[in-house]
Nanobody, 122 residues
Framework: QVQLVESGGGLVQAGGSLRLSCAASGRTFRSYAVGWFRQAPGKEREFVAAINWSGGSASYADSVKGRFTISRDNTKKTVYLQMIRLKPEDTAVYYC???????????????WGQGTQVTVSS
């Protein structure tokens, strides 16, 4: 069993930066891949980034490539999402999720956090 808690969201101006954290509990966390997803009002939840269990492989949605960086520290049981050059269209609730593979598919993840709001003003 893995519990996930996101933090670090907030209100930022376009062009600004935020770093989201996903803190996990559970002995087996280091064996899980972790993904970040986001959901804007009226839209489906979409893939943002994912990282494998070791941190050696990461993938990104085209919309965030070059602006977002996912990383993890297994000693701290935490996964990060560094976001720079934020745009108004990045506004959404951001969720982290843990699963067996670092996949873009929502259905591939077994455990989800409660989400953290990111709002980017123009």
């Amino acid at each position: 069993q893995v519990q996930l808690v996101e933090s670090g969201g907030g209100l930022v101006q376009a062009g600004g930066s935020l770093r989201l954290s996903c803190a996990a509990s559970g002995r087996t966390f280091r064996s899980y891949a972790v993904g970040w997803f986001r959901q804007a009002p009226g839209k489906e939840r979409e893939f943002v980034a994912a990282i494998n269990w070791s941190g050696g492989s990461a993938s990104y949605a085209d919309s965030v490539k070059g602006r977002f960086t996912i990383s993890r520290d297994n000693t701290k049981k935490t996964v990060y999402l560094q976001m720079i050059r934020l745009k108004p269209e990045d506004t959404a609730v951001y969720y982290c999720a843990a699963g067996p593979t670092s996949d873009y598919d929502v259905a591939s993840y077994d455990y989800w956090g409660q989400g953290t709001q990111v709002t980017v003003s123009s």
